[in-house]
């Protein structure tokens, strides 16, 4: 149960470093104003990164450029990172799942279904609370 816990709290610990990452990023897109149009070092032309927020209205093209290159040194591992997560969540959700009935997968399979038939504008395929499930005659 130890090694259960140290693995959830790891996994937690990384989806937060990766949801701060990912906020910094995107809110630091949304200010970027970017570099003037006749300034094109050559760094900047390869990884063209996004600031942390509030960084573009007071960092010099110097130090926008070492920015970006320390966020593309930062980048591979991050991406990696990303990998792993998905790797992980796969392999807890198969346990997971593993965990249930026959009965009770083919319920959630129903519901998973009828989630997607949702989000995409079809009407919901959930039965009525109280009804009996399909081929369930008792």
């Known amino acids: 149960m130890k090694s259960t816990t140290t693995l959830a709290r790891r996994l937690g610990w990384?989806?937060?470093?990766l949801s701060l990452t990912l906020?910094?990023?995107?809110?630091?897109?949304?200010?970027?104003?970017g570099p003037a149009a006749d300034e094109?070092?050559?760094?900047?032309?390869?990884?063209?990164?996004?600031?942390?927020?509030?960084?573009s209205r007071i960092v010099?093209?110097?130090?926008?450029?070492?920015i970006y290159e320390i966020q593309a040194r930062f980048n591979e591992q991050v991406e990696a990172l990303r990998e792993q997560i998905v790797d992980l969540e796969?392999?807890?959700?198969?346990?997971?799942r593993?965990?249930?009935?026959?009965?009770?997968?083919?319920?959630?399979?129903?519901l998973l279904a009828a989630a997607k038939a949702k989000?995409?504008?079809?009407?919901?395929a959930t039965p009525e609370p109280g009804a009996t499930p399909a081929?369930?005659?008792s």
């Open 60 to 66: 010099s093209q110097e130090q926008r450029q070492k």
């Open 40 to 55: 094109k070092p050559a760094a900047a032309t390869k990884f063209r990164g996004r600031l942390p927020a509030y960084f």
């Open 119 to 124: 989000r995409a504008g079809r009407a919901p």
């Open 98 to 110: 593993e965990v249930l009935t026959p009965e009770q997968k083919k319920q959630v399979d129903e």
């Open 90 to 96: 796969s392999t807890r959700d198969k346990e997971v």
């Open 23 to 33: 906020g910094i990023a995107s809110v630091g897109a949304a200010q970027d104003a």
């Open 135 to 137: 081929g369930d005659d």
């Open 14 to 17: 990384l989806a937060l470093l």
